[in-house]
């Protein structure tokens, strides 16, 4: 006869401040011609990232993602030509700068800017981690604990724990619209508020005959 187990799942958060905005802004630029649209692209990406330096973001805070190019097709399924877009990360470590870099940024490319994703973070995120894991192990053990007693058992050794992932820090997103919209124009305003960090772990006990 095997040994008897019990399986839970365990949650755990903690709220933190947030001390970072993270942009994710995107470039995109049409042409006839593969070259054509890389060196667009590529060019307007320069641009927002000399802005974004000019706003006094570190070098270290800004990183380029990726790039792409696309074929264009018109209605009738003919190539048209071809899209290229590059991604960048910036880091904004000044909550309240947030709405001028957005518009450093547009006032360089105009409506070639895109702003994929907003999110409010943690720089520094281990500790926070560190302290939801806890809370979802200790929240995994007490229902282990409840469901032991009411089978008549113990807890034993712990067998077996994974994590389900930790949830993201909260985020404001704001995915494909033009960076030229009022929203960048007016100063977008950032609130810090507190957020959540989550994660939620499966742990699996020996069950043991209660004494």
């Known amino acids: 006869m095997g040994k008897r187990t019990v399986t839970v799942i365990g ?23 593969v070259a054509a649209a ?7 990406i320069t641009s927002v990232i000399e802005a974004v ?28 030509g071809f899209t290229a877009q590059q991604q960048l990360s910036v880091v904004v470590r000044r909550l ?7 518009e450093a940024g547009a006032a360089a490319v105009g409506n070639a800017l895109l702003v994929d994703q907003v999110r409010l973070d ?18 995994a053990q007490s229902k282990a604990e409840q469901y032991a007693a009411l089978a008549g ?13 930790a949830t993201p820090v909260g985020a ?12 960048a124009a007016s100063g977008m305003p950032v609130e810090g508020g507190d957020l959540d960090v989550s994660t939620s772990i499966t742990v699996t006990w020996e069950l043991r005959t209660a004494k």
């Open 11 to 33: 949650s755990g958060s903690v709220q933190v401040s947030p001390d970072v905005v993270r942009l994710y802004l995107r470039v995109g630029h049409d042409a006839p011609d």
């Open 38 to 44: 890389l060196s667009g692209a590529t060019q307007g």
């Open 53 to 80: 330096r000019a706003a006094e973001v570190a070098d270290s805070d800004i990183r380029t993602l990726d790039a792409s190019v696309n074929q264009r097709w018109d209605n009738t399924g003919n190539p048209v």
């Open 96 to 102: 309240d700068a947030t709405g001028e870099i957005l």
């Open 122 to 139: 943690v720089y520094a995120r281990d500790d926070a981690e560190r302290q939801a894991r806890d809370a979802a192990f200790a929240n």
């Open 153 to 165: 058992c113990r807890l034993g050794v712990a067998l077996g724990v994974a994590e389900l992932g």
């Open 172 to 183: 404001q997103r704001q995915k494909g619209f033009a960076a030229s919209m009022s929203m």
